[in-house]
């Protein structure tokens, strides 16, 4: 099982409609988690973190579940302009070691 | 306040060859990763940078390596380059592991074609 996985999606959403994606991770030890937004060819950027049960901004809220190892993003009233993929981040720390292990991503294509 | 930079933004190699990426980090962040995202596939984690030490390391063969400078500046270094090394290179910066809390900061990324 992979650490962190994601449905790679596509999804194909028309604009306004409510679309949610999960992200599930295999270690229990995970601290933080966040998701990232990024766009065709550019860097990531971070979207939302989410530290405790969840977290909300606007149309975009996470939330975690931590009995169940996973994390959702639900995006509401969608725009052309959350068409991106979306990475899903865990970070895991062992003593003075941390690791950020990624998603592969969820693609999201808003539709006019 | 500048971000994450890195250089060069494209670079070409031969096979065999070797390249050499920079990263500059966010000023007072002494953390730095390193990323391959080739096409069609997620961020494989390569290497973290703290305090001039490598803290961790991904699941790359020895020819990827790289160094951290007194400023927390960084280098990447791929040696004997393969045609599978073409991907986008993309360095990160955090603050220090005390703050669990902190989130990575991404450079634009380099993107190495190998030909």
Known sequence: RKE????????????GATVAFNCTYSNSASQ??????QDCR????????????????????????????YISLLIRDSKLSDSATYLCV???????????????GTSLAVNP | E??????PTHLIKTRGQQATLRCSPISGHTSVYW???ALGLGLQFLLWYDEGEERNRGNFPPR????????YSSEL??????????????????????????????????RLTVV
């Open chain 1, 4 to 15: 962190v996985e994601q449905d790679p999606g596509p999804f194909n959403v028309p604009e």
């Open chain 1, 90 to 104: 865990v970070n895991q720390h062992a003593g003075n070691n941390r690791k950020l292990i990624w998603g592969l």
């Open chain 2, 64 to 71: 990827f390596s790289g160094r951290q400078f007194p400023n």
């Open chain 1, 42 to 69: 550019k860097e990531p950027k971070l979207l939302m973190s989410v530290y405790s049960s969840g977290n909300e901004d606007g149309r975009f809220t996470a939330q975690l579940n931590r009995a169940s190892q």
């Open chain 2, 77 to 110: 270094n791929v040696n004997a380059l393969e045609l599978e090394d073409s991907a986008l290179y993309l360095c990160a910066s955090s603050l220090v592991l005390s703050d669990w809390k902190t989130e990575a900061f991404f450079g634009q990324g380099t």
């Open chain 1, 32 to 37: 933080s988690f966040f998701w990232y937004r």
């Open chain 2, 35 to 37: 990323y391959q995202q």
């Open chain 2, 2 to 7: 500048a971000g994450v930079t890195q250089s």
